[in-house]
């Protein structure tokens, strides 16, 4: 164990990793982008809506929106193939924006 943890010491102060770089922390209040909340709201009564009608679309749309995955990613989550996914993601998307807007 510890020649793993001075490994890592050293990994850590190697030139090639940074050296003697100072960390900085970033705020993450400036990575989340805030959409406003009458939107928000529109999204997820439209999307209630979208689960009763198709379940696997309205979990395209969650992992997608919510969650952030790519649509490899969130194929992947769902057990489905990427065209199939793509698929479902482009309905859906094309069925909120018709229900949202009325």
């Known amino acids: 164990m510890r020649r793993i943890l001075v490994e ?21 209040s400036h990575l989340v982008l805030a959409a406003p ?28 929106y919510f969650v952030g995955m790519t649509m490899e990613e969130a194929a992947g989550a769902l057990g489905l193939s990427l065209r199939t996914t793509e698929r479902l993601w482009t309905y859906a998307r094309a069925w909120l924006r018709r229900e949202i807007s009325g």
Not at 8 to 26: F, M, V
Not at 44 to 62: G, I, M, N, Y
Request: no cysteine.
């Open 8 to 28: 890592s010491a050293r990994r850590k102060r190697s030139l090639k990793r940074g050296g003697g770089a100072q960390r900085e922390e970033l705020d993450e």
């Open 37 to 64: 909340s009458e939107e928000m709201l529109a999204i997820d009564e439209a999307l209630d809506l979208l689960a009763a009608r198709d379940p696997q679309a309205a979990s395209v749309v969650k992992l997608r």
